[in-house]
Nanobody, 116 residues
């Protein structure tokens, strides 16, 4: 079992930045990918960024250059640095891990609101 706890969300003005954190606990040895998804009001959940156990990263095309995913293996923590935020980035952001057996783990989410 893997437990995920997100933090770092909040209210930010357009053009501002936030860094989300996802602290993981439990059995990590079979985890293959770690990532962030988001779900805006009235919309489906979408992939934001992923990072593999090998360190490869991928992003939603429209977010490349503004968002950066990283991890600290010693702390079992994954981060999402978000810069130049705009109101369209308002959403609940979820941490997601997947293991080599295809099992998915989700955090409860952290709300990011971009508004003046």
């Amino acid at each position: 079992q893997v437990q995920l706890v997100e933090s770092g969300g909040g209210l930010v003005q357009p053009g501002g930045s936030l860094r989300l954190s996802c602290a993981a606990s439990g059995s990590m040895f079979s985890i293959t990918t770690m990532g962030w998804y988001r779900q805006a009001p009235g919309k489906e959940r979408e992939l934001v960024a992923i990072i593999t156990s090998g360190g490869s990263t991928d992003y939603k095309d429209s977010l490349k250059g503004r968002f950066t995913i990283s991890r600290d293996n010693a702390k079992n923590t994954v981060y999402l640095q978000m810069n130049n935020l705009n109101p369209e980035d308002t959403a609940v952001y979820y941490c997601h891990f997947r293991n080599s057996y295809g099992r998915n783990y989700w955090g409860k989410g952290t709300l990011v609101t971009v508004s003046s």
